[in-house]
């Protein structure tokens, strides 16, 4: 696994999207170790291909599809920038650095990657969006599809940890269905 997490990060270095044997066997790999816990992917599976591996190994109960207006991802997309180092993403908007364009931890330069800048964003939701209607349309008729539209965090959460409920238990329920657990974008 540790050669497919190596191949992994230079295509994503690159800003290219990483084949569908490479993520799939990084992913299947690690879902095989956990069999017996429920677990929550977040942008796997993208393609039918990777759709229909991780169906042959494991039963998948729930996908949500969030439906984001095209405009709204490309902005927030392109306001993201990150602290090489750490992996702690800000958005420019929305949750900015104290001092622009510096970490808040570390003082030092906050990078944007090349495929968080606005043309490169633009081609990647045009041809995401080609790749999803597939596995959209998969779940959909394997009747564990479930849509969400909506721009607003605090008004997708609740009807998103609603449903969640519904197939394992929360950790912590105590404030759980009003704030989202802490998350970057």
Not at 93 to 111: K, R, Y
Not at 119 to 143: C, F, N, Q, S, T
Not at 144 to 152: D, I, K, P, R
Request: net charge negative; aromatic share 8%; glycine share 4%.
């Amino acid at each position: 696994m540790q050669e497919a997490g190596v191949l992994a990060k230079r295509y994503i270095e690159k800003g290219l999207l990483v084949p569908d044997h490479v993520i799939t066997r990084l992913m299947l790999t690690r879902l095989e170790k956990i069999t017996r816990q429920s677990w929550l992917l977040d942008g796997f599976p993208r393609t039918l291909v990777q759709a229909e591996a991780l169906n042959s190994t494991c039963d998948v109960d729930v996908v949500i599809s969030l439906n984001v207006p095209f405009e709204t991802l490309k902005e927030r997309l392109s306001t993201r920038w990150v602290h090489p180092t750490s992996g702690r993403m800000y958005n420019m908007e929305f949750n900015p650095p104290h001092i622009h364009g510096i970490d808040d931890v570390t003082g030092e330069p906050l990078v944007q990657h090349e495929d968080d800048k606005p043309d490169v964003v633009a081609a990647r939701l045009r041809e995401y969006k080609g790749i999803a209607k597939p596995v959209i349309d998969l779940y959909k008729k394997e009747g564990v599809l479930h849509s969400v539209s909506g721009t607003e965090t605090n008004k997708i959460w609740p009807y998103i940890y609603s449903l969640l409920c519904t197939k394992i238990t929360p950790v912590d329920t105590e404030d759980s269905q009003h704030s989202p657990p802490l998350y970057s974008q």
